[in-house]
Structures are given as C-alpha cells and as structure tokens.
C-alpha cells in the first residue's frame, strides 16, 4: 500500500494511503492533552472526527500505533493543509479553511464539520452520511427510545430527517451547506 506521512510547523500530522479508495487521517493538537483524529476522504470532506485524549502520550505515539495497526509503510512528505474540494457557496473562491484549525481547546472544537471563507468571511458546513452516522451512533445517550427503534427500523430515513433538522437550523443562522 502506497502512503506518505508530513508534518505541519504546528505539529499536525498527516497520512495519505490508499486501500481502495485514497484517504487521508490528519492528527491535529488540541491544547496539552488532545488531539483531534480525522478522516477524509479523497475530496477532503469529513467522513470521520473524534477528540482523543492523549493520557500521557504524545501525538507521535498515536499516529505510530494507527500506522502499526493498520500496517502501513509511509514515506516522509511536505505537509499540505488538508483542504475540501469545494467553492464557497458565498462567494464562490476556493479559500474554505477548517474552523476547528482555530481551535485551542477541546471545548472550542465545533463537533459539526465548519468552514469559513477566507476571501469573504462567510461560514458554511458540509456533512457527509458518514460523518453524521458516526455522530449518530457515539450519541445514542441523546435520542429517546422512540427514535432508537425509528433508527433500528430505518436508519436511511432516520439519517435524512436528521439531515434535514440540521439543514433547517444552519440555514435560521445564516451558515450555508458546501455542495461538493
């Protein structure tokens, strides 16, 4: 498997590999304690985000372990900026940048994929099914029992309503989806 490991001045690390498709897992530090692990996908759109306490690790020990795990052999990179491949709904330049690289503290770290423009300043989201099913299924504490079993019973239409219940409160704050 062909992989290429970089990391950013800011001590991020990123992994391109390909199974079958190309991805790439970006570990970025959160204050002293946290890394924020992602996933992408070929077009850098979200498919996977979770918050990792470190324990006394570092973000170099976490990656290794990942790498070991999954057996992969990556070669050293020039780090990039993970970037998705869209246009501002706004305005329509190519300048999205990632509101979590702002963060600096677990709490800042917004669980919805954000964007802001750099060219007018304008903030969008966009939200793959992968990344809202895994949101779905590590919240289950925050559904009642009636939308489990909806869930259970059909989790394309439970996953479109959701969709649908976030679109609604995105648009009521002026945040625009990113069409890919």
């Given at each position: 498997m062909e992989a290429a490991i970089s990391e950013s001045p800011r001590h991020s690390i990123r992994?391109?590999?390909?199974?079958?498709?190309?991805?790439?897992?970006?570990w970025e530090p959160i204050g002293r304690e946290h890394a924020l692990e992602t996933v992408f996908d070929e077009r850098?759109?979200?498919?996977?985000?979770?918050?990792?306490?470190?324990?006394?690790?570092?973000?170099?020990?976490l990656v290794s372990d990942f790498i070991e795990s999954a057996g992969i052999e990556p070669k050293e990179s020039v780090y990039e900026e993970v970037r998705?491949?869209?246009?501002?709904?706004?305005?329509?330049?190519?300048?999205?940048?990632?509101?979590?690289?702002?963060?600096?503290?677990p709490a800042s770290v917004p669980v919805m994929p954000l964007y802001t423009c750099q060219n007018c300043g304008a903030k969008s989201y966009h939200l793959t099914d992968s990344y809202l099913r895994e949101l779905v299924s590590h919240n289950k504490g925050l559904f009642e029992p009636k939308e489990l079993e909806e869930l259970n019973t059909d989790e394309e239409r439970f996953i479109k309503e959701i969709r649908e219940y976030i679109a609604r409160v995105f648009a009521s704050k002026k945040i625009l989806s990113i069409k890919l």
């Open positions: 992994l391109d590999y390909a199974e079958r498709t190309r991805t790439t897992m970006l850098g759109a979200i498919l996977d985000q979770k918050l990792v306490k470190l324990n006394g690790h570092t973000l170099h020990d998705i491949g869209a246009r501002c709904p706004s305005c329509g330049s190519v300048g999205l940048r990632r509101a979590v690289q702002s963060a600096a503290s």
